[in-house]
């Protein structure tokens, strides 16, 4: 959970201020990284020539979480971009089992609308609020970040499986890099720092935390792999004031706890 928070203060740091650099180019070194990491690593342990089968889904899912994600934090805080994505990823989580016929218990919809009635407060326009776009790209990170964990919860070599998913982005990181310029008043943005903090992020807090994610979560029950996550804005909202000197508002904070709070009434009353 660490790591993944990390990924929102390296995001934020390497996209904000004058010698920031350009979201698609932060994506693209941030999937390169992960990808050469994972790659060696799976090389030193001698199952490079393993044969695996290709899992579509979880490489759309996974560039669209991080292209989304890059894009957002153009516009976002850092602790409001970590609340957005983890409380979208946990309702995508939860959407997916009401959709499997899980059966809801009234405590567990009351939390549901505890939830969305404090993300609509939190969207509700002012001083305070979130940028929309912004908002709206975060949520669609969330969303393809919660089915690349619900996938992740299938069988396999954890480190393989991640390490596929990464290789398997590089070819859409291209792609979206001709777009991006093609579509025009954009252009690519280099810095050291920006460059630097995208490799960290691909190679610590992306590759080998995913990896370890992947792991982690098909020991888990549904209900304890959303409560553990419930940590992460906190986390972040904790490395944003620290590293990046942003502060937090009363909206933030009344927002979160009833974010927060009804996301876990949900699955801990669904766990009983």
Known sequence: MIAFAANSVLA????????????????????FA????????????????????????????LFGYAAAFSLA???????????????VVQMTMISAGIIKGERLRGLQWSGIAMACGAFVYL???GLSAPDPIGAVLMAISGICWGAYSLAGRSGGDSLLRTADNFIGTLPLAIIACGFYLWLGPFEIHLSQSGIALAVISGAVTSGIGYAIWYSAVRGLSAAQGGIVQLSVPIIAAIGGVIFVSEPLSARFYVSALFILGGIALTTIEGAK
């Open 12 to 31: 934020r740091s390497a996209l904000s201020g004058e010698a920031a650099i350009d979201p698609i180019s932060y994506t693209g070194i941030r999937l």
């Open 34 to 61: 992960a990808a050469a990491t994972l790659a060696a690593i799976i090389f030193f342990r001698g199952q490079s020539q393993q044969k695996r089968s290709v899992d579509y889904l979880s490489i759309a899912m």
């Open 73 to 87: 934090y153009l516009r976002l805080d850092t602790a409001m971009g970590a609340l957005i994505l983890f409380g």
């Open 123 to 125: 969207m509700i326009p």
